[in-house]
């Protein structure tokens, strides 16, 4: 049974931090997606990561995905407070179908 | 081009009432999905669809029934509401196949509370 695991559950950071939100999960997988959610608000799609060693970059977020290591990085570069909200990492479950198993979530509060 | 939409946004019911929550997409995405979240747990699959006709249980399928009738609805059916289905629930849909782009994209969600 594929288990995801983020961590940690909540960071709190200052504007112009560094930080890295992990994501393990516990059986093999060649996909992985990373979400947001603001607040009352649905999910929105960051990085969909279909290979090993797949980097992506968008703005201030950068994700990688190492299968081997069974291991997403999501790291935020010089934190701004737009950001602040929940990101998820999901995984494909490895059959013929869409699966996703979703990490509990990370709650990112940037304060200025 | 709507995306995913649902139905309605909110939603209060008594125990052992019984509902339909609606989704719908004009994407002609052959996957949907339901899935609910709770605090502290993310998001946890109810039930999926591959395509019309076809429907499979996910991780919590128990207290929910759903149908594929067409490739653009899959409505969520609680045929006896209880207090532990309050929840906020979102539908997804994606392409189908590997080879594809198969980023799923997300419904507005259905909040739900069950008295």
Request: charged letters at 15%.
């Amino acid at each position: 049974e594929l288990k995801v695991e983020q961590n940690p559950l909540f960071l709190s950071m200052q504007e112009g931090k560094n930080y890295t939100i992990y994501c393990n999960y516990s059986t093999t997988s060649d996909r992985l997606y990373w979400y947001r959610q603001d607040p009352g608000k649905s999910l929105e799609s960051l990085f969909v990561l279909l290979s090993n060693g797949a980097v992506k970059q968008e703005g201030r977020l950068m994700a990688s995905l190492d299968t081997k290591a069974r291991l997403s990085t999501l790291h935020i570069t010089a934190a701004v407070h737009d950001l602040s909200a929940t990101y998820f990492c999901a995984v494909d479950d490895g059959g013929a179908t869409n699966k996703l198993i979703f990490g509990t979530g990370t709650l990112l509060a940037v304060q200025p | 081009n709507a995306g995913v939409t649902q139905t309605p946004k909110f939603q209060v019911l008594k125990t052992g009432q019984s509902m339909t929550l609606q989704c719908a997409q004009d994407m002609n995405h052959e996957y949907m999905s339901w899935y609910r979240q709770d605090p502290g747990m993310g998001l946890r699959l109810i039930h999926y669809s591959v395509g019309a006709g076809i429907t499979d249980q996910g991780e919590v399928p128990n207290g929910y029934n759903v149908s594929r009738s067409t490739t653009e609805d899959f409505p969520l059916r609680l045929l006896s509401a209880a207090p532990s289905q309050t929840s906020v629930y979102f539908c997804a849909s994606s392409f189908f196949g590997l080879g594809t782009r198969d980023e799923q994209f997300f419904g507005p969600g259905t909040r739900l509370t069950v008295l």
